[in-house]
C-alpha cells in the first residue's frame, strides 16, 4: 500500500472548516484513500472513503486531486468534539485482505 | 452504521496469567478481522490478520503462540494473550470487515490491558 504522508497537527476554531491535507503521491490506480479518525482512548471511527471521485457524506467530504497524488478530507463546520487524531490510509481495494497500515496521523485540535 | 462490539473494555491482572478479548460484529458478517495493539502515543500496529474459519496471519515479529487468535464464526473473534507480563500492557483493537473488498473495516473500542 502507499505511503501517506500528514501534518503532525492543525487547530481550527469552532465552527469554521477544517481542511486535512494528504500527500499520497505513490498511490496505485486500484488503492482507495481511506480516512478515519481516532478519539482519545477509543477505537478508530470510519469516516469516509474514495478512490478518484470527490465524495461526501454526513460527517466530511473528501476531495481528491485528479493525479490522485494528494487528497483533502474537509469537515465543514468543526465542533469541540472533532478533536481527535485523523489517519488517511491508502489501501488497495482488490485484495482479499486489505489491511489498514496507519501511519502517525495528524492531531486536529478544534478551540473554542 | 456497522457496529463492532469489544469486551472487556477494561481489564487488569496478574503477570503469568491469561486474558481473553472477545471481538464481536453486531450487525454483519465479518469475513475478515484483524487486531491491532497501540501503546501509549503511538499508533496502531497490526498484530494479526483472521479469515473466517483459517489460522490468522501474523506480522512480523508478533508471537503467535503469545496471542492466539481463534475466528470460529463470521461475528466472533477472540484473541487470548497467554501467561501475559507487563510489557504486554496496551491498548488492543479489533476491527471486522465484510466481504466486499473495498468495504471499510469498524473498530471496536479497544480493550486496555494492564498486567500487574
Known amino acids: 500500500d502507499a505511503k501517506t504522508t500528514q501534518p503532525p497537527s492543525m487547530d481550527c476554531a469552532e465552527g469554521r472548516a477544517a481542511n486535512l491535507p494528504c500527500n499520497h503521491s505513490?498511490?496505485?490506480?486500484?488503492?482507495?484513500v481511506y480516512w478515519y479518525r481516532q478519539i482519545h482512548s477509543q477505537g478508530p471511527q470510519y469516516i469516509i472513503h474514495?478512490?478518484?471521485n470527490n465524495e461526501t457524506n454526513e460527517m466530511a467530504s473528501l476531495i481528491i486531486t485528479e493525479d490522485r497524488k494528494s487528497s483533502t478530507l474537509i469537515l465543514p463546520h468543526a465542533t469541540l468534539r472533532d478533536t481527535a487524531v485523523y489517519y488517511c490510509i491508502a489501501r488497495a481495494g482488490g485484495t482479499s485482505y486489505g489491511k489498514l497500515t496507519f501511519g502517525q496521523g495528524t492531531i486536529l485540535t478544534v478551540h473554542p | 452504521g456497522a457496529v463492532v462490539s469489544q469486551h472487556p473494555s477494561w481489564v487488569i491482572c496478574k503477570s503469568g496469567t491469561s486474558v481473553k478479548i472477545e471481538c464481536r460484529s453486531l450487525d454483519f458478517q465479518a469475513t475478515t478481522m484483524f487486531w491491532y495493539r497501540q501503546f501509549p502515543k503511538q499508533s496502531l500496529m497490526l498484530m494479526a490478520t483472521s479469515n473466517e474459519g483459517s489460522k490468522a496471519t501474523y506480522e512480523q515479529g508478533v508471537e503467535k503462540d503469545k496471542f492466539l487468535i481463534n475466528h470460529a464464526s463470521l461475528t466472533l473473534s477472540t484473541l487470548t494473550v497467554t501467561s501475559a507480563h507487563p510489557e504486554d500492557s496496551s491498548f488492543y483493537i479489533c476491527s471486522a470487515r465484510g466481504d466486499i473488498n473495498n468495504q471499510p473495516q469498524h473498530f471496536g473500542d479497544g480493550t486496555r490491558l494492564s498486567i500487574l
Open positions: 505513490t498511490i496505485s490506480g486500484n488503492e482507495y
Open positions: 474514495g478512490l478518484k
